[in-house]
């Protein structure tokens, strides 16, 4: 089955900074890598995705990045906000399967 | 258009006894997924159901089971509860089946087992 790696766990930048996490896939046939932002005591909330027919995406401050061939993709958040800070999930989705297999999660501390 | 609901929301149980959990998709989605979630082991995917039909399992023992209904509500139960069963229950809709449907999830059932 599909195995989403994720680093770093914890990340801690200034705010205004830049913030990027990166995952990894294992199944080659995964199609759609969504991202989603959890924050303490809610719901995960869909931030941005992106089909396998996409090599990027934006939106405002947000973009993810997908590498097919290196089957890897990333999450870039520019110019950080204290509102930013929370744990970021990246997953993974197979051709033909439901199930999103989720990275273990980034916890980001944007410091005022 | 209201979310997705979860009730309860929160649950405190004992060893042994068996529960049930709900879950009411976005209006229109027919897709509802289950996951749980805990600090040790993430987010891991318990089943998913299309049209009152399962659809999907993922790795879970046979005390966890859910159905769907015609109104796509949907419900997870866990039988015989054991302490590694403490978890954030977290029930997720999309609109149909298709391979890159988005995922909504509700705000989850946190269950306590003592």
């Known amino acids: 089955g599909e195995n989403v790696e994720q680093h770093p766990s914890t990340l801690s930048v200034q705010e205004g900074d830049s913030a990027v996490i990166k995952c990894t896939y294992s199944d080659s046939a995964s199609n759609y890598f969504p991202w989603y932002k959890q924050e303490l005591g809610k719901r995960p909330q869909l931030i941005i995705d992106?089909?396998?027919?996409?090599g990027e995406k934006k939106d405002q401050r947000i973009a993810v990045t997908l590498n097919k061939t290196a089957k890897h993709f990333s999450l870039h958040i520019t110019e950080t906000q204290p509102e930013d800070s929370a744990v970021y999930f990246c997953a993974a989705r197979p051709t033909g399967r439901r199930a999103l297999t989720f990275g273990s999660g980034t916890r980001l501390q944007v410091q005022p | 258009k209201a979310g997705v609901t979860q009730t309860p929301r929160y649950l405190i149980k004992t060893r042994g006894q068996q529960v049930t959990l709900s879950c009411s998709p976005i209006s229109g989605h027919r897709s509802v997924s289950w996951y749980q979630q805990t600090p040790g082991q993430g987010l891991q995917f318990l089943f998913e159901?299309?049209?009152?039909?399962?659809?999907n399992k993922g790795n879970f023992p046979g005390r966890f089971s859910g159905r769907q209904f015609s109104n796509s509500r949907s419900e997870m139960n866990v039988s015989t509860l054991e302490l590694g069963d403490s978890a954030l229950y977290l029930c997720?809709?999309?609109f149909g089946f298709g391979p890159t449907d988005t995922q909504y999830f509700g705000p989850g059932t946190r269950l306590t087992v003592l």
């Open positions: 159901y299309f049209s009152e039909t399962q659809r």
């Open positions: 997720a809709s999309s």
């Open positions: 992106i089909r396998s027919n996409v």
